[in-house]
């Protein structure tokens, strides 16, 4: 059974930064890509970046320039480096994971980040 555990959440002042890191378990085959979402409450999930496994990536508007994605698909790794964190990007984020041909169909737990004002 895969699992994507994430790593780094917490509580940061705004202006500052967090890294947030997920890995999978469990998993015998290697995605094609990865992802950050994020989810705030009473808000539906939306996607903050994703990277694929040939390392090409691509960001939600708003947070271009200040979130850089990275990691080793291949090896089912992927870390989110968050700068000039602003209150408005306090939300529940989620590792995610697809295979080729497939939806992010594979999700961790979620590890929370608040931003305050």
Known sequence: QVQLVESGGGLVQAGGSLRLSCA?????????????????????????????????????DFVKGRFTISGDVAKNQVSLQMNSLKPEDTAVYYCAARVIGQEYNYWGQGTQVTVSS
């Open 24 to 60: 999978a378990s469990g998993s015998f085959f290697s995605f094609t890509a990865m992802a950050w979402y994020r989810q705030a409450p009473g808000q539906q999930r939306e996607v903050v970046a994703q990277i694929t496994r040939v390392g090409s990536s691509n960001y939600a």
